[in-house]
Nanobody
Framework: QVQLVESGGGSVQAGGSLRLSCAPSELTYSSNCIGWFRQVPGKEREGVGVIHRPGGSTAYVDSLKDRFIISQDSAKTTVYLQINSLKPEDTGMYYC???????????????WGQGTQVTVSS
């Protein structure tokens, strides 16, 4: 059972930046890939990007890749989501999730964190 803890959300003004953190409890085959997802009000949860922890490769949804950057620390214990040029429409709950595949689909991830709220004011 992989546990994930997100942190770093908060309230910011449009144009600002935030860095979210995700700390998976282990690095195993079940948590080879960490995906970031968000759920904005009135919409379904959607993928933002994903990182392959052993190799460090990343993939993003096309519409967000210019402002969202996924990275990890050198020990591969924490995964980050840097969000730049924040917009009010980025407001929502952000989740990290662990899985085996480099996918942006919600169904490919078995373990989820509790989420961290991001609120962007205009």
């Amino acid at each position: 059972q992989v546990q994930l803890v997100e942190s770093g959300g908060g309230s910011v003004q449009a144009g600002g930046s935030l860095r979210l953190s995700c700390a998976p409890s282990e690095l195993t085959y079940s948590s080879n890939c960490i995906g970031w997802f968000r759920q904005v009000p009135g919409k379904e949860r959607e993928g933002v990007g994903v990182i392959h922890r052993p190799g460090g490769s990343t993939a993003y949804v096309d519409s967000l890749k210019d402002r969202f950057i996924i990275s990890q620390d050198s020990a591969k214990t924490t995964v980050y989501l840097q969000i730049n040029s924040l917009k009010p429409e980025d407001t929502g709950m952000y989740y990290c999730a662990a899985g085996r595949h480099m996918s942006l689909g919600v169904g490919w991830f078995s373990y989820w964190g509790q989420g961290t709220q991001v609120t962007v004011s205009s």
